[in-house]
């Protein structure tokens, strides 16, 4: 667990100023109390770090106020802007979860810009807003809680499971789901099932996955057209919003060349707050759905969270 300490909190009641020390800071659901940025949108609370300041302070030539980059709260002991959306801090009670790295800059209506010609928030600053209100005043601590990910993995084979023949499918996804996450960077955790083609058995572990907030669920089988073949059919009636898009240009994109790829009948979508794909059988076809299906995971996190990426 890694802590943070306050060096100072900071409020302004005009936007594109910068912000003064106060003695303390009482956070609601709309941000700071008494803030020009307060509100209900994502950015109700902004952060920045000494070690970003201290950088800047070179630059500039001379030393940085607290609160003059605008931020409600400076801190020190982290790099804030290594952090990732979603990551959360805590002190007590209060619970911040970030909503954004950066910004765009306001250029000649932000008052160090204007002194500088640069400002080192649109990059190293970062955004929260409260899910949990509280105080804060110089000298507290902040406890950083990076988001893990809870990924669940699910190879729906009468013979595999009956031990006749290899998963290879269910592991071929978990390797190149944790390939994805320790490529952005994010922490994950993923668990697996193999169970047979039993739709009693998938509706169970949805549940469960929906109940325990999973991130995100992905099966591999069951998604043509033989007798046995009933996974697409299960997940769409679980589903709070399809999420079409994603399938259908897969299938386009594989079809072209290899039409018997036109009859995988998977589908894509959002179970209260998890990600749920439905992939073929085979490991050539979850190769190809994976490609593009992790092109996309980030952004749909985001939005699934409410986070405004655009």
């Known amino acids: 667990m890694q802590i943070i300490q306050i060096k100072s909190v900071n409020i302004s009641e005009q936007k594109g100023t910068v912000k003064l020390p106060v003695a303390r800071i009482g956070l609601t659901h709309y941000g700071v109390t008494g803030d020009a940025h307060a509100g209900p949108w994502n950015r109700q609370v902004s952060l920045l770090g000494t070690e970003s300041i201290e950088k800047f302070e070179h630059q500039a030539s001379r030393t940085i106020a607290p609160g003059e ?51 080192v928030m649109p990059k190293e600053g970062i955004f929260c807003r409260v899910l949990s209100p509280g105080e804060l005043t110089a000298g507290m601590e ?21 031990g ?50 999973a991130d995100l669920v992905i099966t591999t089988g069951g998604t043509g057209i033989g007798p046995r073949d009933f996974t697409p059919d299960v997940v769409k009636e679980m589903l709070d919003k399809e999420i079409p898009g994603i399938m259908e240009m897969i299938r386009m994109k594989y079809g072209a060349e290899k039409p018997a790829a036109l009859v995988s009948r998977s589908v894509a979508g959002v179970m209260g707050r998890t990600l749920v794909f439905t992939l073929p059988g085979s490991v050539k076809a979850v190769n190809e759905y994976m490609g593009e299906i992790s092109r996309s995971l980030t952004h749909l996190f985001h939005m699934l969270h409410g986070l405004d990426a655009h």
């Open 164 to 213: 006749e023949y290899e998963d290879r499918s269910g592991p071929r996804i978990i390797e190149l789901l944790e390939t994805h996450f320790i490529a952005s960077g994010a922490l994950c955790t993923i668990t697996s099932h193999l169970i047979p083609d039993d739709q009693h058995k998938l509706e169970d572990l949805l549940h469960k996955a929906k109940e325990e907030l």
């Open 69 to 119: 980059f605008a931020e409600n709260i400076t801190t020190t002991g982290m790099e804030l802007w290594t952090a990732r959306p979603l990551d959360r801090f805590t002190c007590g009670d209060l619970e911040l979860e970030i909503t954004q790295i950066g910004k765009e800059c306001h250029g000649t209506s932000c008052a160090i810009f204007k002194e500088v010609g640069n400002c």
């Open 142 to 162: 902040l406890e950083y809680h990076p988001k893990i990910f809870r990924a669940i993995v699910i190879t729906l084979s009468d013979r595999a499971s009956a």
